[in-house]
Each structure stands twice: as structure tokens, then as C-alpha cells.
């Protein structure tokens, strides 16, 4: 029968080595996993952001390098072929054909292509993540980035030698110091695992403590950082997933506006069509109505497409302007004079001299002073002002007006007021105006008061 310090210290042993075992898996598990799932989710993300900017990027060299310098991991893009065409971190001339590779591989055939292995060219353990992106040339490039695995077997082979010289201190001790001692450890270990089973289930908890022993406070100290990288990879996942929503909306707005201005003339041009086809017999006066009545519709359909295609080419910076001497006074009145037939009961008084003249690009100026007019004309009833001098162009009427919050957002593309379509048909009118106004480097300036009027004004 064995001695009472031989049973203690044996219980104790047993377990203290279950303790070791049952925590030394789980940080080992969790540090593991975690460290390689969040690496591998950051560097898809990294891929995703990567593969928007190839279509712009012209030196691919310089971007692998950029996205070393910035993110401190290695950047690598293929041809489909396997030849390296870029490399951040070695000579991409000196190295060999990739189109075997494991990852490459597997993004042929998933979205993403993962394998985890020792590099021959940099002689490090890396974690490797690549994509199949294809370019609006029609080009096809293999982005593949790759992270350091770090040491994390070291980590816990060392924590494990820390825990067992603890041992030695628990078997010096007496019964009930070890006890103690045990317990305290059961602790620390039920509080480890509640923060991962907190972290399993996505809650807020990105901190967690100890002062129990140094080993503890490793372990801690660990998850808190991993915890920390966790919440910020996902913070970072939150932004992108935004921006991909304003996106999504954009384009809804773009749908929305385009189906709304097209339904009409759309169903005007069927309808009469229609009819026409139908009735081979119809009335000569009806048939030249329709036919009016169909052509003014298809004009009204290409000039919503010359405006969109306007605003396209604005909005890349693609227009460039024809800049010549131009009368002011003549540009106004010729757009007056285009939207009277429009407005026959209404009254366009211009004040200003006939010797201003004003360095810009006459066709394209004419459509701003024709949007200003024109929105005046819709949201008053009386006589609309045009008044100019060698600094500004003012357009002033007494309309409804405009709200505050609304003149912020005004001259957004495709942006409508609540219930009054500032913006012309698409909602892209004042955002026309204003990209032509910046674009002859003037200044746009709105002011505005409900029930009282507006003043839009252009500042040379």
C-alpha cells in the first residue's frame, strides 16, 4: 500500500496532467485555428480589395510591392500559363512555372484556392491563399498572397515546460496549498474557456486577463491579441460588406430611375404602334397624330440616353471641353428661346449686358443654363429672372424652394427630392450641371427657401 504523500502526489500528478493536457489542446487548438482562419479571411479579402485595382494598375510590379510595404505580407500574380509575372519578394525572372501549384490549382476550380507549406523560394512555412480574376480586357490573372505561419508549436512546447516546473512547486507543497492551488488553476481555466466559447459564438469580448501566473497571463495575453485581430478583421469585413451595399443600392437607383423615365414613353410608343398595326384602315388625321405622337416619345427616349451617356463620360472624367469666346447674353437667349415652346404661357426675363463674354465650351454650358431655366420654369408659376455680369449667372425665381437638407444632397447623381424631381427625369440634372460647372473650374451656389424661391448661381 502506498504511503499518503505517494497517493497525494500521484492524484496530484494525475491531475495536474489532465489540466495540462485538457488546456494544453485547447489553446493549442483555438491559437491554431484562429490564427490560420483569420489569416486566411484577411488574405481573401485582401485578394477581393487587390483584384479591384488590377483593372487600373498598369506596373504589376509595383503593386506587389506596394501591397508588401503595406500589409507586410507577400503578393504574387500569375498568368495562366503558371509564369510569374509579378513577385514582392523575390526575382520573379528566377523562378520557376506555377501553374501546378496546389492553390493555383484548387482556384481553378473553387473561389478561392488555400494550402499551407514551406516555401522554397523564401524558405519559410506560409500560408497561401490564390484567386482566378478576370480583367474587363479579358485578360486572366492568379492573384496569390501568402502569410508567415508563426511559431505557434514553439509557443506551446514552451508554455508546457513553464506549466510542468509549476508542477514541481505544487509537489514541494503541502496538501492543501496544492489544493488551493488547483483550484485556482481550474479557474483560470474555466475563464479561458468562456472567452473562447465567447469568441465561438461572435460575442463583443475582445479583452481578457490574468494575474494569476505567468503562463496565464501568456495565455491571455495571446487571445486578447488574436481576439483583438478577430474584431478588427471583422470590423474591416463590416466596412466592405457597407460599401458593397451603397453599391447595390447605387445600382438600384440607377434601375429604378431608368425603368421609371422609360416606362412611359415606352408604353406610349407600343401603344400607338399597336394600335397603328391593328387598324391598317385607321383615319389619316388619327394615324399622323399617332405618328407624332410616337416620334416625340423616341425622341424623348434618345435624349434620356444622351444624358445618361453624358453623365457616364462626366463622371469618368472623359469629356473634355472645346473652350471659345462666348457671348453670354446669346448663349441665354438661344436657350430661352429653346424652351418656350415648352412653356408658352411663361415669361424668361434676362438682364445683363451683350458685351460679356466668358472663356467655356458653348454646347456644353448651354445644357446648364438650360437645366437652371428649366427647373425654374417647373417649380414656379411666375416669371423666372436671368441675370448676369462678369462674376455670375444668376437664375431666381419664386417657386416653391428648397429645404435644407435637401440642398446638401441636390446635385447627386440620380438623387430625388421627396416629392419633386429637382434632378430633370433622371436625377441627373443638377448633378450635370454641377459637373460641368467644376469642370470649367466655376462655382455653383444654391440658395433657397421653402414657399419663398431659390437662387442658383454660378460664380466665374
Not at 246 to 275: C, M, R, W
Not at 380 to 396: I, T
Amino acid at each position: 500500500m502506498l504511503k499518503f504523500h505517494q497517493i497525494v502526489l500521484r492524484k496530484f500528478l494525475v491531475l495536474f496532467l489532465t489540466l495540462f493536457i485538457i488546456v494544453g489542446g485547447i489553446i493549442y487548438f483555438w491559437e491554431y485555428e484562429f490564427y490560420l482562419q483569420s489569416s486566411q479571411n484577411a488574405l481573401q479579402q485582401d485578394i477581393q480589395l487587390i483584384s479591384l485595382q488590377l483593372d487600373k494598375t498598369k506596373d504589376l510590379d509595383k503593386l506587389t510591392q506596394q501591397i508588401k510595404k503595406s500589409l507586410g505580407i507577400r503578393a504574387t500574380i500569375i498568368d495562366t500559363d503558371g509564369k510569374v509575372i509579378a513577385e514582392s519578394d523575390a526575382n520573379k525572372t528566377t523562378m520557376e512555372n506555377h501553374r501546378y501549384r496546389p492553390e493555383i490549382m484548387m482556384s481553378d476550380t473553387k473561389a478561392f484556392g488555400v494550402s499551407t507549406r514551406k516555401s522554397h523560394t523564401i524558405h519559410k512555412e506560409l500560408l497561401y491563399v490564390a484567386k482566378k480574376v478576370t480583367l474587363n480586357n479579358g485578360k486572366t490573372y492568379y492573384i496569390r498572397l501568402a502569410q508567415e505561419i508563426k511559431g505557434i508549436n514553439q509557443q506551446i512546447t514552451q508554455l508546457a515546460v513553464k506549466v510542468f516546473s509549476v508542477l514541481i512547486l505544487f509537489v514541494m507543497a503541502i496538501f492543501y496549498v496544492s489544493y488551493k492551488i488547483n483550484l485556482d488553476i481550474q479557474k483560470e481555466v474555466e475563464k479561458i474557456v468562456a472567452f473562447l466559447k465567447a469568441l465561438t459564438k461572435k460575442k463583443k469580448t475582445t479583452y481578457i486577463q490574468s494575474d494569476y501566473s505567468q503562463e496565464f497571463a501568456l495565455i491571455t495575453s495571446l487571445l486578447t491579441k488574436v481576439s483583438q485581430i478577430i474584431v478588427k478583421k471583422e470590423k474591416r469585413k463590416s466596412k466592405y460588406t457597407e460599401k458593397l451595399q451603397k453599391l447595390n443600392q447605387q445600382k438600384d437607383d440607377i434601375i429604378s430611375a431608368i425603368s421609371h423615365e422609360f416606362k412611359n414613353p415606352i408604353a406610349v410608343v407600343n401603344g400607338y404602334s399597336q394600335t397603328l398595326l391593328d387598324d391598317p384602315n385607321i383615319n389619316p388625321n388619327i394615324r399622323e397624330k399617332f405618328l407624332k405622337k410616337i416620334h416625340t416619345n423616341g425622341t424623348k427616349l434618345s435624349a434620356l440616353i444622351n444624358t445618361l451617356r453624358l453623365s457616364l463620360k462626366l463622371d469618368s472624367n472623359q469629356k473634355a471641353l472645346q473652350l471659345t469666346q462666348v457671348s453670354l447674353y446669346d448663349l441665354i437667349r438661344e436657350c430661352s428661346d429653346t424652351l418656350k415652346p415648352s412653356y408658352p404661357y411663361r415669361k424668361i426675363i434676362i438682364e445683363g449686358s451683350k458685351d460679356i463674354f466668358i472663356q467655356a465650351d458653348a454646347t456644353m454650358f448651354s445644357i446648364v443654363i438650360t437645366n437652371l431655366i428649366e427647373n425654374a420654369l417647373k417649380y414656379s408659376e411666375d416669371e423666372v429672372h436671368v441675370s448676369f455680369n462678369e462674376k455670375s449667372l444668376n437664375v431666381v425665381d419664386s417657386g416653391i424652394g428648397i429645404n435644407e437638407k435637401e440642398l446638401e444632397n441636390i446635385t447627386q447623381k440620380f438623387y430625388r427630392v421627396n416629392k419633386n424631381s429637382w434632378n430633370n427625369s433622371l436625377g441627373l440634372g443638377l448633378f450635370l450641371v454641377n459637373k460641368i460647372i467644376n469642370l470649367h473650374n466655376f462655382k455653383l451656389v444654391i440658395e433657397s427657401k421653402v414657399h419663398e424661391g431659390s437662387i442658383f448661381s454660378v460664380r466665374f
